[in-house]
């Protein structure tokens, strides 16, 4: 029976025209759907925050603003000047942390990863244990207060996330992908170690680097715990801390004028905690485009190897 079907050169059947518009149909269709449904909750975010308190009480949250109302907004920024240096801390301690702590990380997976260490096992033995146990929270709270003297200093914010345990895993296993031989050549070539960690290494880990890099300044954005143990100067707070006192603050009003029965103190709690989240979100939703690229191929690392 003669085959229709044209073989190339590889032995391939190549794809007809029809078929290709229809994978191609196919896959935007899918792709379309899935990005609609992970825009979807942050839409319902948005739209709530511009939503009146009552509508939200009485219909529930939806795609676009029952009744339109920007007292939430108008609650956060009744002192702007509180939330712009509230943007500045924040900011502050993610850039610093993130840099010195992408460093660190970087160049301890690196030690760990050398073979030439004979306490590398010990070492990651350490670092595992770790996870497993700590010193507890008045212990910490009585190091960095008492010891380090660090109430109210912005170090208070940084130090604790310095270092995370699964990211220098993380940065372990994709310095282990970078081959021995570069290394080696360096050194034969009269390159000491920390040289060749800062021109040949951390230049082939930048997948690595972007990834562990946006999971710190995720840590550090969000991180509101550490300033509500060590930070009492309100000129000190970061944005988390600052919007989660501002909550805290307006539910205990609320609570407050409904127990006295005084219908006059109004605060929108439910527009104000979606406000809230609309306003600590945005700038790290900006950040993720430009480590895109590099945040795909770390996270496959090791996934495949020859």
Known sequence: MENNLAIDRTGRIPKTAGANLLFNVISYTVVSVAAILCLLP???LISGSFTDESAIALHGYGILPSDFSLEAYRVLFKFPQAIIRAYGVSIFITVVGTVIGLFLTSMTAYVMNRKDFKYRNKLAFFFYFTTLFNGGILSTYIFFVKYLQLKNDMLSLILPLLINVFYLIVMRTFISSIPDSISESAKIDGAGDFTIFMKLILPLTKPGLATIGLFYALDYWNDWYNAMLYITDVN????????FSTLQSAEAISRISKMASVAAIS????????????IATGP?????PS???????GLTVGAIKG
């Open 42 to 44: 942050f839409e319902i």
């Open 236 to 243: 000190k707070y970061p944005l988390q801390y600052l919007l």
């Open 291 to 297: 480590v895109q690229k590099y945040f795909v191929k």
């Open 267 to 278: 605060v929108p709690t439910l527009s104000l905690k979606l406000a809230m989240a609309v």
């Open 284 to 288: 790290i939703i900006l950040v993720y």
